[in-house]
């Protein structure tokens, strides 16, 4: 019993040390880019010798892609969570319900969403894809409840039913997802980059509005 008391210790301390490391990292691309990770900072900002902290990352590559995985992973699981904890409810109200989740996600973790979105711009993003499938994420989420409502005349017109852009899924259901997926994006950059706070505009306002005029009918 002390044995296995003893391993359970030395794994929480680990993990709340690569916890550590992670926040580093993140605060580093915070002030610069991807690029700016460097593992001595982070080892004398947590008074470690690199030689320590090589232990738990054998490479500046590795820390990075734990980085981008993470990122990626936590943006999958909220999404997921979303999809059931909505179950039941109007297809409508459930993609209200997935947008303002992603956006609250986005706020109180602008450089793990710049990450997913590409914004910091690294080319082992792409490696994601081998991690968390695009079936996990938000886009996919979009499709699932956008293919479930009414669709705008307009798009019907532009995209033939019988065309595909995707599995399962009509060339209009991805365009009208897209459509969302876009506006809701840009209204989310501006407000992480601080556009919208320096133009006097309300984040919370703006956002309502958006989904409002993108899905009328669905906040009942």
């Given at each position: 019993?002390?044995?296995?008391?003893?391993?359970?210790?030395?794994?929480?301390?680990?993990?709340?040390?690569?916890?550590?490391?992670?926040a580093?990292?993140?605060?580093?691309?915070?002030?610069?880019?991807?690029?700016?990770?460097?593992?001595?900072?982070?080892?004398?900002?947590?008074?470690?010798?690199?030689?320590?902290?090589?232990?738990?990352?054998?490479?500046?590559?590795?820390?990075?892609?734990?980085?981008?995985?993470?990122?990626?992973?936590?943006?999958?699981?909220?999404?997921?969570?979303?999809?059931?904890?909505?179950?039941?409810?109007?297809?409508?109200?459930?993609?209200?319900?997935l947008?303002a989740?992603?956006?609250?996600?986005?706020?109180?973790?602008?450089?793990?969403?710049?990450?997913?979105q590409?914004?910091l711009?690294?080319h082992?993003?792409?490696?994601a894809?081998?991690?968390?499938?695009?079936?996990?994420?938000?886009?996919?989420?979009?499709?699932?409840?956008?293919?479930?409502?009414?669709?705008?005349?307009?798009?019907?017109?532009?995209?033939?039913?019988?065309?595909?852009?995707?599995?399962?899924?009509?060339?209009?259901?991805?365009?009208?997802?897209?459509?969302?997926?876009?506006?809701?994006?840009?209204?989310?950059?501006?407000?992480?980059?601080?556009?919208?706070?320096r133009?006097?505009?309300?984040?919370?306002?703006?956002?309502?509005?958006?989904?409002?005029?993108?899905?009328?009918?669905?906040?009942?």
């Amino acid at each position: 019993m002390e044995a296995q008391t003893g391993s359970s210790r030395r794994d929480r301390l680990r993990a709340a040390l690569v916890a550590d490391i992670h926040a580093q990292a993140y605060r580093q691309i915070a002030e610069d880019s991807l690029a700016a990770v460097s593992m001595t900072g982070i080892a004398q900002s947590l008074g470690l010798s690199p030689a320590a902290l090589y232990r738990y990352f054998p490479s500046r590559e590795e820390l990075v892609r734990a980085l981008i995985t993470e990122s990626f992973e936590a943006n999958a699981s909220l999404t997921e969570r979303t999809l059931a904890e909505t179950v039941g409810l109007p297809s409508g109200q459930r993609l209200r319900r997935l947008l303002a989740v992603t956006r609250a996600w986005a706020v109180d973790h602008p450089i793990q969403y710049r990450i997913i979105q590409g914004i910091l711009g690294d080319h082992r993003i792409s490696e994601a894809d081998a991690v968390v499938s695009p079936a996990r994420r938000p886009f996919h989420a979009i499709c699932l409840l956008v293919a479930e409502l009414p669709r705008p005349g307009a798009l019907e017109a532009a995209m033939p039913s019988a065309s595909q852009a995707g599995p399962g899924y009509p060339r209009e259901v991805v365009l009208h997802a897209l459509t969302i997926w876009t506006r809701l994006s840009g209204v989310i950059s501006l407000e992480l980059n601080g556009v919208l706070e320096r133009m006097g505009i309300d984040a919370d306002l703006l956002f309502e509005a958006e989904v409002d005029q993108l899905l009328p009918g669905t906040n009942a």
